[in-house]
């Protein structure tokens, strides 16, 4: 099938990208002796999960339970970075699969009592992570001492087992001349949180962290055993925007097509938000909600559900109606949640098509 016979509109992933993205960063990990550990949440699909095991990822990361659920199939090494707290997502939990060895991250006393009542109950042990906050203000405890209070609560109630500690570097998003500073106290963060843990006996056999815009200078931060890049996978005009990727690295696009020019100044494509999100740059001066393969200067400037309006201030290329364009999003994993399938394609050819399986909650009762 021929890429111009999908209707539209519709995500596509060029293959030979995503395939060198994930070598990329397999080589990388490999080479500074760090665990990969990807993030699932940017593509919820097994096949592209697999083909991250297939290259040596040590394990999986995912967030929601039901992104766990789907990604057991594939693996026996399941971090959950999100706190586990209420008691439905608990029951899910120690519902998955017993082959799988199952990692938590937490960070409060709460998590860690709910967490060991019901692993108790489950006859399953839990290996635990607690999480630390060293910068990006979201969850984590805030001191190295609250990391060893929590290490000792987790000590204190088998079978849960404290692993070691992880955190995530999201707010270091700027350019790559913009993470210098906070990548040196990032470094000089992890140091201290490390020493002051080795020193209470809470010595981490785990120290997980790494994001996509820091993936590469993940070696620089002294004490890291594992990273848990998500977004390299696809890339998209925000990774871009950090340098961390090119973008002749961004393998997901998303196929739309011209359905009318009849308002002076701009194109309306039928990539709205329902196709693409409504994800504004976090990074850079960029504007707009995604911009064109082919004709970069062109933004998404606004969006109804079904209509995507192209902004051609900037340009002298002038489309006709029926034509078809190729929109790179700001926000990758926002657009890959909004669709069932992905279609992979070499060139004009598609190739192959995948569910996006842990998309959603499926909470059937
Ligand atoms: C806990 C955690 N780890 C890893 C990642 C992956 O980071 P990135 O999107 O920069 O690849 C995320 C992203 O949201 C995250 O929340």
Redesign the pocket.
């Known amino acids: 099938m021929n890429i111009d016979e999908l209707e539209t509109p519709v995500p596509v992933v060029d293959l030979d990208i995503l395939e060198r993205n994930l070598d990329r960063m397999a080589g990388y990990a490999s080479a500074h002796g760090l665990g990969l550990r990807p993030?699932i949440?940017?593509h919820k699909s097994p096949r592209v999960g697999a083909e991250q095991l297939r290259r040596g990822a040590v394990g999986l990361?995912c967030?929601t339970t039901h992104e766990a659920e789907v990604m057991a199939d594939l693996t026996d090494d399941i971090l959950v970075?999100y706190p586990p707290v209420g008691q439905a997502r608990l029951a899910r939990l120690m519902n998955l699969p017993r082959h799988v060895r199952l990692m938590v991250?937490l960070d409060s006393a709460e998590a860690i009592e709910g967490l060991a009542e019901a692993a108790q109950a489950a006859g399953r042990s839990v290996r635990v992570l607690v999480e630390c906050d060293l910068g990006m203000h979201r969850v984590g405890v805030v001191t190295p001492d609250d990391a060893i209070r929590l290490a000792q609560l987790v000590r204190a109630r088998p079978p849960l087992e404290f692993a070691g500690v992880?955190f995530?570097p999201?707010h270091i998003r700027g350019t790559r001349a913009d993470q210098a500073a906070p990548l040196a106290a990032l470094r000089d963060d992890v140091d201290r949180w490390l020493g002051a843990l080795r020193a209470a006996g809470f010595a981490p056999e785990i120290v997980s962290g790494?994001?996509?815009?820091t993936?590469f200078d993940a070696h620089e931060v002294g004490g890291l055993t594992e990273i848990?890049?998500?977004?390299?996978c696809y890339n998209d005009r925000e990774i871009v925007s950090t340098g961390a990727a090119e973008r002749a690295d961004c393998a997901f696009t998303v196929v739309a097509t011209i359905v009318s020019t009849a308002v002076p100044g701009q194109a309306v494509c039928d990539a709205g938000c329902k196709a693409l999100g409504r994800e504004p740059l976090r990074v850079g001066a960029g504007t707009g909600f995604g911009e064109l393969l082919d004709h970069p200067e062109v933004t998404v400037k606004g969006m109804s559900e079904e209509h995507g309006i192209l902004d051609l201030s900037q340009t002298t290329w002038r489309p006709r109606v029926g034509e078809r364009v190729r929109i790179i999003p700001n926000h990758v994993?926002i657009v890959t949640h909004l669709n069932d399938v992905i279609h992979g394609v070499r060139g004009h050819r598609v190739e192959t098509s995948w569910p996006v399986a842990a998309r959603g909650r499926a909470q059937l009762v």
């Open positions: 993030h949440k940017t990361t967030a970075a991250a992880t995530y999201g790494g994001s996509t815009p993936a848990r890049p998500g977004t390299y994993c």
